[in-house]
């Protein structure tokens, strides 16, 4: 299939139905975009939907294109912090955000967004040009080709874990803690909010306590739940 015209290229009808499509997918998700549904929405018949984009696929093309463009020239907006551990970070919460919160739309990238996509090459440009500074500054320990692949897979593969949770029970930190183990595998930096206090030591405790002998079922259940609360945090 041919690659999506530019998004600066795109004729007036032809914007108009990916608004459209990007509209639906982002109240109803992907399968909301049915052709029918869009050629509705932008006031087109559906014949046209197919000679200017081949077919639904074609137009999933368009859009995610579209939507990537935007986002990546978004964030091209923000300026890279000083610090290229922190401006790590802050571009994945970023990415976590935006996915979060247009879930539809960021599934639309993850199963359309190909990486012949001149706009997905943004993307990956600008996430060489944060670990190409990690690496100036002496703190890249990975390929960068090999940190770059980690970091996008992890990335991709902790969102789509966080949108198959209830809304009302997503797991946030869970995210933080693969953002973690990623900078910590790239740089060798430990992770930030590490503690090697009480919070470490129950989480060792934690670990060793099948091995540990002299306790009744009951006095073990009791400390992996006191040793589970420590290690969480938690006092209640």
Same mark, same amino acid.
């Given at each position: 299939? %041919?690659?999506?015209?530019?998004? #600066?290229? +795109?004729?007036?009808?032809?914007?108009?139905?990916? =608004?459209?499509?990007?509209?639906?997918?982002?109240?109803?998700?992907?399968?909301?975009? @049915?052709?029918?549904?869009?050629?509705?929405?932008?006031?087109?018949?559906?014949?046209?939907?197919?000679?200017? !984009?081949?077919?639904?696929?074609?137009?999933? #093309?368009?859009?995610?294109?579209?939507?990537? =463009? *935007?986002?990546?020239?978004?964030?091209?907006?923000?300026?890279?912090?000083? *610090?290229?551990?922190?401006?790590?970070?802050?571009?994945?919460?970023?990415? +976590?955000? !935006?996915?979060?919160?247009?879930?539809?739309? !960021?599934?639309?990238?993850?199963?359309?967004?190909?990486?012949?996509?001149?706009?997905?090459?943004?993307?990956?440009?600008?996430?060489?040009?944060?670990?190409? =500074?990690?690496?100036?500054?002496?703190?890249?320990?990975?390929? $960068?080709?090999?940190?770059?692949?980690?970091?996008?897979?992890?990335?991709?593969? @902790?969102?789509? @874990?966080? +949108?198959?949770?209830?809304?009302?029970?997503?797991?946030?930190?869970?995210? %933080?803690?693969?953002?973690?183990?990623?900078?910590?595998?790239?740089?060798?930096?430990?992770?930030?909010?590490? *503690?090697?206090?009480?919070?470490?030591?129950?989480?060792? +405790?934690?670990?060793?306590?099948?091995?540990?002998?002299?306790?009744? $079922?009951?006095?073990?259940?009791?400390?992996?739940?006191?040793?589970?609360?420590?290690?969480?945090?938690?006092?209640?």
């Amino acid at each position: 299939m %041919d690659q999506p015209e530019p998004v #600066d290229d +795109l004729q007036p009808q032809q914007a108009r139905i990916i =608004a459209a499509a990007r509209d639906l997918i982002a109240s109803g998700g992907i399968e909301a975009a @049915t052709t029918r549904a869009v050629a509705t929405a932008a006031g087109v018949q559906a014949p046209t939907i197919y000679r200017l !984009f081949g077919d639904k696929d074609g137009l999933l #093309d368009a859009v995610a294109e579209q939507v990537m =463009a *935007d986002y990546v020239a978004q964030k091209g907006q923000r300026l890279p912090d000083a *610090d290229p551990i922190a401006d790590l970070r802050s571009g994945w919460d970023e990415h +976590l955000a !935006f996915a979060l919160a247009n879930p539809g739309i !960021f599934m639309v990238i993850a199963l359309r967004s190909g990486p012949t996509s001149p706009a997905s090459r943004r993307g990956i440009d600008a996430l060489r040009a944060k670990l190409r =500074a990690l690496a100036t500054a002496g703190r890249l320990r990975l390929p $960068e080709e090999r940190a770059l692949d980690l970091i996008h897979s992890a990335a991709t593969g @902790t969102i789509l @874990t966080l +949108l198959r949770q209830p809304a009302d029970r997503r797991d946030l930190s869970l995210a %933080d803690a693969a953002r973690e183990a990623i900078i910590a595998a790239i740089s060798g930096d430990a992770p930030e909010g590490a *503690d090697h206090g009480e919070k470490g030591a129950a989480m060792a +405790l934690r670990a060793r306590l099948p091995a540990i002998n002299g306790l009744s $079922e009951g006095e073990r259940l009791l400390l992996s739940e006191i040793l589970d609360r420590i290690a969480a945090g938690s006092s209640s």
